[in-house]
């Protein structure tokens, strides 16, 4: 049994099919990338499966239970947790505080969430920003607290939404280290991601979606040359030109 399984999810808004007829499914222990063009549904696969919004077809079962429509705590408290693209942390709230919030979750005892806290902020390497305001910290910096907030709920199922963005290449390969020792943890990984020469290489699975249709699932290798990826990113001309290009460049 997957961990996570998508069957025929659809999400409308409007006359807008956000997400259509969406099958997926996430092993214990992979880490599975999700990729695709701007606007393809990501974000919004994403918001169905962590409770956020609800898809108006479909299921989405999670550890052999269906959660469709599971208020979000409810899903948390099953061991799924989840980043934000844009990440706020709580402005007037210091680091320890904003990660000891994900730990009250599970350790509702305010001693036990402080050391848990700590132990996570050890982990992403923020121990010593403990007393900084959410508000002061960098780019780089609150998006290490995001995944801290997360880490502190103990989850079995990561989903990580664009963690990268925004980041310098020295700041990006550290945070690629970061999600290598969340994976050695035992966490499971779901990751959108556009920096594709850093996805491909940690993925063990890639799935593409393009105007809210899954439109490839396989291995990173086999995902850079499917013409239907290609023409997704770059187009007609490009599958025509033999598929040469990879787009993991």
Do not use: C, W
Not at 166 to 179: D, K
Not at 182 to 206: A, C, F, N, W, Y
């Amino acid at each position: 049994m997957a961990l996570l399984e998508l069957h025929n999810v659809t999400k409308r808004f409007g006359g807008l099919t956000a997400l259509d007829s969406v099958d997926l499914k996430v092993e214990k222990g992979e880490i599975v990338g999700l990729i695709g063009p701007n606007g393809a549904g990501k974000t919004t696969l994403f918001a169905n499966i962590a409770g956020y919004q609800k898809p108006e077809v479909g299921k989405i079962i999670f550890k052999g239970k269906d959660i469709t429509g599971m208020p979000t705590h409810k899903i948390a408290h099953m061991g799924m947790a989840r980043t934000f693209q844009v990440v706020k942390p709580f402005s007037d709230m210091n680091v320890l505080e904003n990660v000891m919030v994900g730990a009250l979750m599970r350790r509702p005892k305010v001693k036990d969430a402080h050391k848990k806290a700590m132990e996570v902020l050890e982990f992403v390497g923020l121990s010593e920003k403990a007393d900084f305001l959410g508000k002061e910290l960098t780019v780089a910096n609150k998006k290490r607290l995001e995944l801290a907030r997360t880490l502190a709920t103990e989850p079995e199922l990561l989903l990580l939404d664009e963690v990268m963005a925004g980041l310098n290449p020295t700041e990006v390969q550290a945070a690629v280290e970061l999600v290598h020792s969340i994976h050695k943890q035992g966490i499971t990984l779901l990751v959108i991601e556009h920096v594709m020469e850093v996805i491909m290489p940690i993925s063990d699975r890639v799935a593409v979606l393009n105007y809210g249709k899954k439109i490839a699932d396989s291995l990173p290798k086999e995902v850079v040359n499917n013409p239907e990826v290609i023409k997704a990113y770059l187009g007609d001309d490009a599958v025509e030109d033999g598929g040469a290009y990879n787009v993991g460049n």
